[in-house]
């Protein structure tokens, strides 16, 4: 597989709008823990082995642990690993970026109202579609680990 393109040369616009989608991230309501598992899980659906790497040396750095990042696509059946606000978000996570199954259902979003405020939902939702995104790029233009993006 060979890559495609340069995103940066070829839509440098586009690429200034997705850093300020990460610049608005950095300074969100929600965790570098809660932002990485979303990061980390949504590459997983997406299969984008790129994004993967990058996010679970990320998490470590954060102080994730090792075994979280091994059960994340098994967190329903990883009983006591994640607390329930961190499944809440997994659930929104996973929902979103399969939205052409079922979209975000009600259930969801209201079990998340239990935990978060509607502004660090929002947040979520916006952690869940940026790191879309970035999976959809990477993706498509063939990046492969180790190569930079722009």
Known sequence: MQKR????AAAP????????????LSQCSISKTTKELIKIRASQINGCAYCINIHTQD???????????????????AEGIFTEEEKAVLAITEEITLIHQNGLA?????????FFSETQIADII????TIN???????STHLLIGQSLA
């Open 5 to 8: 393109f340069n995103i940066k």
């Open 106 to 114: 009600d259930d969801t979003y209201t079990n998340a109202l239990q």
């Open 133 to 139: 995104l970035w999976n959809r790029v990477v993706l």
């Open 13 to 24: 616009n586009a690429l200034k709008a997705m850093i300020g989608l990460e610049t608005y």
């Open 59 to 77: 998490a470590i750095k954060n102080g994730e642990t090792t075994q979280r990042i091994f059960l994340l696509n098994a967190w329903r059946e």
């Open 126 to 129: 916006t952690a869940v579609i």
